[in-house]
């Protein structure tokens, strides 16, 4: 298939895929190289994205082919696709799975080569000294079973990642089964989710907030039927997953543990947070001893994008579990994107945002970035300050507060979130809005009475700090007003606009607002944050704070 003279999209030599925002078949273009491109940048007209080693490898996993990618590169590009970069997209794809990963009756686990060539030159690096045995023939050798992990790591960082056919112990069982009832049963992206997951046997699954992550979970435990390890960001997050699993499947109340700063309950089903499990004392974690408290069938990584390094050492060891990633979005500020597609498997599965709105299962969602101007004597002391002050001081700029009680009372009978990092600038807000305030300091039960009460309507607004971010389900909530961030997180982002994404019971929209000082680095970072809306399909609007 030729160009199309018209098409969306330029195609170029140096791995950078040009798309033009307002062209009718934007969005469809959008789509079908969402699964094998990454967003770089976002502005008004033209969105720029990169095809990478890790992009292309995720898209061989999820079953996406070379001939594929081409045939959508070629069907959707203006002008001619240069042959060097599709030979490169062949090429680069080619080599996944050029590195198997078996376990063989005779000599157990073994990395087995297509290619003898390739097996010489992994073998020969010192990336891989120490993991691999005797030489079985000459395109197998045998690899000591508890560097499964830290090969695999090795083997990607080479640019050979190995597909990792070796199977799975099938750990201790112990029935687990969805309980429909109430006209609830898995939705059809839900399932095929899971089916992808058990398909490839480890993985990552990409959903958006808001549409049910926790239930593959509750899906894949059910199709597993083992004793499952859940890893979850914080003991609210590790409440909700416990009250999920109690209402969406057969557990019972004394089969589900909670493993935290509060309690130490080891239970066929134990749900452990990331902060306990990276304590650490004289050097050692001691909490890492979970992992092998039990024989674990199934473990599962909630926000997985978040992932602290020592658990990722423990997962290295942990390679003949089956292990489940769950995010809403694949982006690490850290980079370590690779350990994550090492250590916990590729991409499985993945639902555009807009896919799942269109279908009705998350709310429509409206982006406004408003944007305001620090006074003269305020602009001043940021010109001034130290370079890692200014990002608070326009964050924290004073006139914020009166654009967030206008959008507040702008929005009077919505259920409204106003977030932010900064825990001085929420509770001036919290005392102007006459409204409660979370933060990290907040107890449990405290954060979970206030939760409640505004799920229940009783509280009209609520003022967050981060904690908020991850894994709290307030489906009500319908208007979100963002004051500060974690500088430019797309991730965080992703999780702020989640937080209003649950269906409403009116069938409404949501509104998601960034306050932004213009002519700061907060602008810089809003910018960048923006990327991940932008890669979502979301629009946003900008209008001026003097115009609300």
Same mark, same amino acid.
């Given at each position: 298939?030729?160009?199309?003279?018209? #098409?969306?999209?330029?195609?170029?030599?140096?791995?950078?895929?040009?798309?033009?925002?307002?062209? $009718?078949?934007?969005?469809?273009?959008?789509?079908?190289?969402?699964?094998?491109?990454? !967003?770089?940048?976002?502005?008004?007209?033209?969105?720029?994205?990169? *095809?990478?080693?890790?992009?292309?490898?995720?898209?061989?996993?999820?079953?996406?082919?070379?001939?594929?990618?081409?045939?959508? *590169?070629?069907?959707?590009?203006?002008? $001619?696709?240069?042959? &060097?970069?599709?030979?490169?997209?062949?090429?680069?794809?080619?080599?996944?799975?050029?590195?198997?990963? !078996?376990?063989?009756?005779?000599?157990?686990?073994? %990395?087995?080569?297509?290619?003898? &060539?390739?097996?010489?030159?992994?073998?020969?690096?010192?990336?891989?000294?120490?993991?691999?045995?005797?030489?079985?023939?000459?395109?197998?050798?045998?690899?000591?079973?508890?560097?499964?992990?830290?090969?695999?790591?090795?083997?990607?960082?080479? #640019?050979?990642?190995?597909?990792?056919?070796?199977?799975?112990?099938?750990?201790?069982?112990?029935?687990?089964?969805?309980?429909?009832?109430?006209?609830?049963?898995?939705?059809?992206?839900?399932?095929?989710?899971?089916?992808?997951?058990?398909?490839?046997?480890?993985?990552?699954?990409?959903?958006?907030?808001?549409?049910?992550?926790?239930?593959?979970?509750? #899906?894949?435990?059910?199709?597993?039927?083992?004793?499952?390890?859940?890893?979850?960001?914080?003991?609210?997050?590790?409440?909700?997953?416990?009250?999920? %699993? %109690?209402?969406?499947?057969?557990?019972?109340?004394?089969?589900? #543990?909670?493993?935290?700063?509060?309690?130490?309950?080891?239970?066929?089903?134990?749900?452990?947070?990331?902060?306990?499990?990276?304590?650490?004392?004289?050097?050692?974690?001691?909490?890492?001893?979970?992992?092998?408290?039990?024989?674990?069938? !199934?473990?599962?990584?909630?926000?997985?994008?978040?992932?602290?390094?020592?658990?990722?050492?423990?997962?290295?060891?942990?390679? &003949?579990?089956?292990?489940?990633?769950?995010?809403?979005? !694949?982006?690490?500020?850290?980079?370590?994107?690779?350990?994550?597609?090492?250590?916990?498997?590729?991409?499985?599965?993945?639902?555009?945002?807009?896919?799942?709105?269109?279908?009705?299962?998350?709310?429509?969602?409206?982006?406004?970035?408003?944007?305001?101007?620090?006074?003269?004597?305020?602009?001043?002391?940021?010109?001034?300050?130290?370079?890692?002050?200014?990002?608070?001081?326009?964050?924290?700029?004073?006139?914020?507060?009166?654009?967030?009680?206008?959008?507040?009372?702008?929005?009077?009978?919505?259920?409204?979130?106003?977030?932010?990092?900064?825990?001085?600038?929420?509770?001036?807000?919290?005392?102007?809005?006459?409204?409660?305030?979370?933060?990290?300091?907040?107890?449990?039960?405290?954060?979970?009475?206030?939760?409640?009460?505004?799920?229940?309507?009783?509280?009209?607004? *609520?003022?967050?700090?981060?904690?908020?971010?991850?894994?709290?389900?307030?489906?009500?909530?319908?208007?979100?007003?963002?004051?500060?961030?974690?500088?430019?997180?797309?991730?965080?982002?992703?999780?702020?606009?989640?937080?209003?994404?649950? $269906?409403?019971?009116?069938?409404?929209?949501?509104?998601?607002?960034?306050?932004?000082?213009?002519?700061?680095?907060?602008?810089?970072?809003?910018?960048?944050?923006?990327?991940?809306?932008?890669?979502?399909?979301?629009?946003?609007?900008?209008?001026? &704070?003097?115009? *609300?």
């Amino acid at each position: 298939m030729g160009p199309v003279p018209d #098409g969306p999209l330029i195609v170029q030599s140096d791995s950078t895929l040009l798309l033009e925002v307002a062209h $009718p078949q934007a969005d469809e273009c959008r789509r079908a190289v969402a699964p094998f491109a990454e !967003l770089e940048r976002a502005p008004e007209h033209v969105h720029t994205y990169r *095809l990478t080693p890790l992009g292309l490898w995720n898209a061989r996993a999820a079953g996406h082919d070379a001939e594929g990618v081409v045939d959508r *590169l070629l069907r959707y590009s203006r002008y $001619p696709v240069p042959h &060097a970069l599709l030979v490169q997209v062949a090429e680069t794809m080619a080599r996944y799975g050029r590195l198997k990963l !078996l376990d063989d009756p005779a000599h157990g686990l073994v %990395l087995q080569a297509l290619d003898a &060539a390739v097996l010489a030159e992994v073998t020969r690096s010192k990336r891989t000294a120490g993991m691999l045995g005797e030489r079985v023939d000459a395109a197998t050798v045998v690899v000591h079973p508890s560097q499964r992990g830290h090969l695999k790591q090795a083997l990607v960082k080479l #640019g050979w990642p190995a597909e990792d056919l070796a199977g799975y112990v099938d750990g201790e069982a112990h029935p687990i089964a969805l309980r429909h009832g109430d006209g609830w049963a898995l939705r059809p992206y839900q399932e095929h989710a899971v089916e992808s997951f058990f398909h490839g046997g480890s993985g990552v699954v990409v959903l958006p907030c808001g549409a049910g992550k926790t239930l593959v979970g509750a #899906g894949a435990m059910a199709r597993s039927s083992t004793t499952t390890l859940i890893l979850v960001t914080n003991t609210v997050a590790a409440r909700q997953w416990r009250d999920e %699993l %109690l209402a969406r499947t057969s557990l019972t109340a004394d089969e589900i #543990g909670e493993y935290s700063g509060q309690r130490k309950q080891i239970r066929p089903v134990t749900i452990a947070t990331y902060q306990v499990l990276t304590v650490k004392r004289q050097g050692v974690y001691p909490h890492l001893e979970l992992f092998d408290a039990k024989d674990w069938g !199934l473990i599962i990584y909630d926000e997985v994008h978040l992932l602290p390094a020592p658990v990722f050492r423990m997962t290295a060891d942990l390679q &003949a579990r089956r292990r489940l990633g769950l995010t809403a979005t !694949l982006v690490r500020e850290d980079g370590h994107e690779d350990e994550v597609f090492s250590l916990i498997g590729p991409k499985r599965y993945d639902a555009p945002w807009k896919d799942i709105e269109a279908q009705g299962y998350i709310a429509p969602a409206t982006c406004v970035e408003v944007r305001l101007s620090l006074p003269e004597p305020d602009r001043m002391a940021y010109a001034t300050a130290e370079p890692d002050d200014r990002y608070r001081l326009a964050a924290t700029a004073a006139a914020k507060t009166g654009v967030v009680e206008r959008l507040v009372a702008a929005h009077t009978g919505s259920p409204t979130l106003v977030i932010g990092q900064y825990l001085d600038q929420l509770h001036t807000l919290a005392e102007h809005l006459d409204a409660p305030v979370i933060t990290g300091a907040t107890p449990v039960p405290e954060r979970q009475r206030l939760y409640a009460a505004f799920r229940a309507g009783d509280v009209p607004v *609520l003022v967050v700090s981060k904690v908020a971010n991850f894994s709290v389900d307030l489906p009500e909530a319908s208007v979100a007003i963002q004051v500060s961030g974690t500088f430019g997180s797309r991730q965080e982002e992703a999780q702020r606009l989640g937080r209003i994404l649950r $269906p409403k019971a009116d069938g409404g929209t949501a509104t998601f607002y960034t306050l932004v000082t213009r002519d700061t680095v907060d602008a810089d970072y809003a910018a960048h944050r923006q990327r991940f809306l932008a890669e979502q399909g979301y629009a946003y609007t900008i209008t001026d &704070a003097e115009d *609300l």
